[in-house]
Structures are given as C-alpha cells and as structure tokens.
C-alpha cells in the first residue's frame, strides 16, 4: 500500500484546482468576445482559413476604393464628352446654315466670332481636371494638356487599373486620340510631278531618268481645334465652299464622341459588375468567417456554468481535505 504525503494531496489539489481554472478562464474569454477561435492552438486549420479570409476582404477593400476612383473618372469623362457633343452639334449647325449662299459677309462675321467662342470652349472642356490632376494628359496627369494653340503637350499612355485580382481596365481617355482624327490628303507635286532618279547600269553609261512623283495620299492629323479654327477663317473670309467641305470632319468628330461614350459606358458597366461580384464576395467571406470563428452561445454558456460548479466542487473537497489532520482521530 502506497504512502500519500500531504506535500502529494497539496500538489494535486493544487493540479486540479488550476486546470479547471484555466478551462473557465478560456472560457471567460470566449464569452466575452463570442468568438470560438481567440488563438491559433484553438483551431489550427481555421485559423489558417481565417487568415485567407481576412487577407480577401483587405483586398477587397482595396479594391472597392480603386473601383470608386475609377468611377468617379468616367463619370467626370461621360460628363465631358456629352458637352463635347453638344457644342459640336451646335457648330455642325451654325456650319450647315452658313454652307449656302444665303447669308452675307456680315451674318458670317457674326458667326465666325460665336464659332470662336465653342473653340475656346473645347479648349476649356479639353484642359478639365479633377483636383490636381488633368483627365486628358495620359499618364502626364500633372501636366496642362493642351495650350492655347490647341498643341497637345501629354502622352497617349493609358491608366490602367486593378479591379480584381490581375484585372485591369483603362480609365482614361488620352486628349491624342479624342481630339485628334488622321485622314489621308494628297500629295504636292514636286519638280513639275517628276523625280530625278539615278539608273545605273554596270554595263552602260550613267543616265538620268524621269519618273513621275508619287500621286498617292499622304496620312495627315487634324485636331478638332484646327476644324473650329478653319471653320471660323472660312466665315470671316466669306468662304461657303470651305464651310461645306468642313461638314464631313465635324460628322466624324461627333462620331468619335458618340464612339467614345459608348466605350465609357461599357467601362463603367463592367466596374459596376466588379464592384458587385466583390460585395457578393464579401459577404461569402463573412458567412464563411463566422461558421469558423464564432463560438455557439447556448453551448459556450453551458460550458461555463459546468466550469464554475466544477470549480466549486474543486474547492469544497480541497478544504475538506486541508481542515483534516491527524489531531481530529486522536481527540
């Protein structure tokens, strides 16, 4: 028969005493927070799984405010194209009413300076910021885009931007190809339409040849400035000829503006897919999140009050057992 030592019943009791204690003190801490996983050791796996969670919804996060950037920049550019519209519509107008020879120098006059005053616009509309920063400059976004002249002074770069992971959409329209159009234009004749050239032949004399110069058009860039420009020196000159050939480019300057909104359009509706799958998403996360992290109250709260009787009974027989010595046999 073993030999128990009071130093024995003490270390026990003490043993005992101090596990249930800390059972309920982790469960103090649970019910405090209603959280089932307060440190990796509860729950190695899920703690893992919270991890991706939360690293998800900071990303989520993130994207949400680039979409918002990128929303806000289309719609200060659908903005801009729509008045783009309207002022080239009204002087594809004034240009119509003033191709015939109906009018007289003097209407022309007139209109000359209100077509000045829709270029000064266009060159107002063209320099349009948000903040600090111009929406026309390409990625140059600090710098004017346009002088006083209508010279393009930025890039044609694109600002591209992440809105899910390795998705990027182009938020910004560079002021090149908005207010610039390439068309073909013929060719000045040179020395009377002809070339000098060369024809050396290794078994003759050195002779000159002529041929003809090339005929074919050459590619040539106007801006809608230099069509307003033109426009406006064809009705001081009194030139209806001029101010009909004009027509064709202002058509084709309204349809790149319409081309140009259809595209913002389609961009802003794929942002607001984006930021609707990601909302989606979150909510997924959060879901998934809580069935892993959150501990069952009723469960947790019975757990406690086991604990706290199991706690009371550790007590109890520990003093019953500490108030017993050996003088209470002998008396």
């Not at 469960?27 to 405090?32: A, M, N, V």
């Not at 080239?88 to 003033?98: D, P, Y």
């Not at 010279?151 to 207010?179: A, C, H, M, R, T």
């Not at 027509?247 to 909104?261: G, P």
């Amino acid at each position: 028969m073993s030999r128990v030592s009071e130093n024995s019943s003490i270390n026990s009791i003490n043993y005992a005493v101090g596990k249930t204690k800390g059972r309920l003190e982790d469960l103090q801490l649970k019910g405090s927070t209603l959280k089932r996983v307060t440190k990796p050791s509860d729950d190695p796996i899920g703690n893992t799984e919270l991890l991706a969670i939360r690293s998800q919804n900071i990303d989520a996060g993130q994207y949400l405010r680039n979409l918002n950037f990128a929303k806000t920049t289309l719609s200060y550019t659908e903005n801009v194209l729509e008045e783009m519209t309207d002022i080239l519509s009204k002087a594809k107008e004034l240009a119509i009413g003033q191709a015939s020879t109906l009018y007289g120098p003097e209407i022309r006059q007139g209109v000359a300076k209100e077509i000045h005053q829709l270029r000064q616009q266009i060159l107002s509309i063209a320099n349009k910021r948000i903040g600090s920063r111009f929406l026309f400059s390409g990625q140059k976004v600090l710098t004017r885009p346009f002088d006083q002249n209508g010279k393009y002074q930025g890039d044609s770069n694109k600002i591209n931007i992440e809105i899910n992971k390795d998705v990027y959409v182009p938020i910004n329209i560079s002021g090149e190809e908005l207010f610039f159009t390439k068309g073909l234009q013929k060719k000045k004749a040179e020395k009377e339409d002809l070339d000098l050239k060369l024809d050396v032949d290794l078994n003759s004399d050195t002779s000159m040849v002529r041929k003809p110069a090339s005929n074919e058009p050459e590619e040539v860039t106007v801006s809608v400035f230099d069509e307003m420009r033109a426009l406006e020196n064809a009705l001081l000159t009194d030139n209806p000829q001029i101010v009909q050939s004009l027509l064709e480019r202002l058509d084709s300057s309204l349809e790149k503006m319409v081309a140009f909104r259809t595209q913002v359009g389609a961009l802003t509706n794929t942002i607001d897919n984006a930021e609707s799958n990601i909302e989606k998403s979150k909510l997924v996360n959060e879901a998934h999140k809580s069935k892993i992290e959150d501990a069952d109250v009723a469960e947790l709260f019975t757990d406690l009050q086991k604990e706290q009787n199991v706690l009371k009974a550790a007590y109890k027989a520990s003093s019953n057992l500490m108030n017993t010595n050996l003088m209470d046999f002998l008396r």
